[in-house]
């Protein structure tokens, strides 16, 4: 990574593991492609297509529609954020433990770097 600190931010979440605030370049482009993952579409002001149908799914059963949904929803954010293209997606549903564990591997692109974004999904039972 060329480029140290392009990208810089904020977390409360940070400050309980690093007593810091401070988010930059992967760090923080994760955290805003989650945010906007386990945010509930609609939710924000003025912003409508922002967020996911993903937090409304852990109600419901986990199915194949659930699947498509999570990787409908997952491929749409990741084409919507800028900095990041998609290499990868895989979604494994564990359904004996009610859980989704997505694993997104991301190019970023001004950092020129690849990396993974993991992300676990627990379905209501």
Known sequence: MANRNLYKGISFDNFSRNKSLKLFDVDLIKKDLLNNIFTRRGERVKMFTYG???????????DEEALNVIEEDIRGV????????????RIVPLYDRSVVIVSVVLFYIELDFTDTLSVNITFET
């Open 52 to 62: 996911t149908r993903i937090p409304d799914l852990v109600f419901e059963p986990l």
């Open 78 to 89: 990741v084409i919507g954020e800028p900095r990041v293209s998609l290499v990868d997606l």
